[in-house]
């Protein structure tokens, strides 16, 4: 089984990821990883050069490629992943959903606090973060919503979620 982590810019996908990963002796992917690498570009580049159409269709197909390979994993998504060409049915086909659920104050500060705004081109070019973050929010809920698992701590520690996870039937093959 699979498990995708889905949620906002900042919301912790990656970092949980990495950590549930090492719990459960899964590997960990990051989606947006897996699109640099296939394109040879980094993601501002890709949305630069081919627009934001060109970056959804490539992060579809990367998905597909990666619900397609065989055994579990951890995948964190990039935040509009469940909400463009039925990935959220590609998700669900082939694992457990997770969505991370952190307040927009919260998100907003990390995102300040890493500096990572340029290396995201939709946050690159939105103006004020918390007003983008709320305006996405509203947007992307309803996607966000249909995930398997719905969690809303934004500090929660690995194992308590591995201990969520585990209690919503997520649990590894047995060993051959």
């Not at 580049?45 to 597909?64: K, S």
């Not at 996405?136 to 249909?146: D, S």
Request: aromatic residues 6%; proline residues 8%.
């Amino acid at each position: 089984m699979k498990l995708y982590l889905i949620g906002m810019p900042g919301s912790g996908k990656t970092t949980l990821g990495r950590a549930l990963a090492a719990h459960f002796a899964l590997p960990f992917l990051d989606l947006d990883a897996e699109i640099v690498a296939r394109a040879g570009q980094v993601i501002p580049a890709i949305f630069l050069q081919h627009g934001e159409a060109h970056f959804r269709r490539l992060e579809a197909e990367v998905l597909r490629d990666v619900a397609a390979r065989p055994g579990p994993l951890v995948l964190a998504t990039g935040g509009g992943t469940p909400c463009f060409h039925d990935n959220l049915t590609v998700m669900h086909a082939t694992g457990l959903t997770l969505w991370l659920d952190v307040p927009v104050p919260v998100l907003a500060g990390r995102l300040a606090a890493t500096a990572e705004t340029a290396s995201r081109p939709l946050l690159a070019t939105a103006g004020p973060t918390e007003k983008w973050l709320n305006e996405t929010l509203e947007a992307r809920t309803r996607f966000y919503r249909q995930a398997g698992l719905h969690h809303s701590e934004p500090a929660a520690p690995a194992a308590a979620v591995a201990e969520m996870l585990a209690a919503a039937g997520f649990t590894l093959p047995p060993a051959a």
